[in-house]
């Protein structure tokens, strides 16, 4: 999941702090592969391949995998003053909270629907969490279809967890990644996808970054137990 929006958006916006660091790592280490592997949940251990590809219709469970990414957020004059690259802006942010088990992702987020709404006009790009899961990809497909409605053939969709599989920090670098997406104006590729679930809408990138036209990007991130939070991020003008 991203850095929770909420809190840290508004501390900056508010004038409490004038620069935020928002961000984390993770090392793949037994205590992180364990609860994986009991669960079974891991790709390979069920007899499919062992490959992360999020959104394919024969993907067959998790990778995991390590990383760090930080975010510096400041307001936009604070920025300019200072000479830095601006990468992109927040628009908006949303938490929200679906019925799911305790320790797995929920089968639909249906009441997440209200929350994501005034998030999504305009969006161009959206970066899932997306981790090779058949519960959480399958969830996420059929989440952004309803929230985009008729738009989803126009609009990318992408998860980088095939690239750099799951870990605690992923979210930090998702958002990261969709921040030098909006920069760049480039689709992150989705690795390893084959052959996308056949009712999928949406426009997927495979194997290579694509250039287009980048304004806006949704950032969504779902955690097991049902925990959410997305922020809409704005191309640097």
């Given at each position: 999941m991203p850095p929770n929006p909420y809190e840290l958006d508004s501390t900056v916006r508010s004038g409490r702090a004038d620069v935020v660091l928002a961000g984390g790592g993770d090392q793949l280490t037994p205590v992180l592969i364990e609860p994986y592997h009991r669960a079974r949940a891991l790709a390979g251990q069920r007899g499919g391949r062992e490959w992360a590809s999020p959104y394919d219709r024969a993907r067959s469970g998790i990778v995991l995998g390590e990383g760090a990414a930080m975010l510096v957020l400041e307001s936009l004059a604070s920025a300019r003053a200072r000479g830095a690259a601006v990468y992109a802006t927040i628009d908006d942010t949303c938490s929200f909270s679906v019925a799911s088990p305790p320790y797995d992702w929920p089968l639909r987020a249906d009441a997440a629907l209200e929350s994501l709404q005034p998030l999504a006009g305009g969006v161009d790009l959206v970066c899932g969490g997306a981790n090779s899961s058949r519960r959480l990809d399958r969830c996420e497909l059929d989440l952004f279809a309803r929230l985009l409605g008729r738009r989803a053939d126009a609009v990318a969709l992408t998860s980088i967890k095939g690239a750099i599989g799951e870990f605690g920090a992923a979210g930090a670098l998702?958002?990261?990644?969709?921040?030098?997406?909006?920069?760049?104006?480039?689709?992150?590729?989705?690795?390893?996808?084959?052959?996308?679930?056949?009712?999928?809408?949406?426009?997927?990138?495979?194997?290579?970054?694509?250039?287009?036209?980048?304004?806006?990007?949704?950032?969504?991130?779902?955690?097991?137990?049902g925990a959410g939070v997305a922020l809409s991020l704005r191309a640097p003008v």
């Open positions: 998702t958002v990261a990644a969709a921040c030098l997406a909006l920069r760049e104006q480039t689709v992150p590729p989705l690795c390893n996808l084959h052959a996308p679930e056949p009712d999928a809408p949406f426009r997927f990138t495979a194997g290579r970054a694509a250039p287009a036209r980048l304004a806006r990007a949704l950032v969504c991130g779902l955690a097991r137990g």
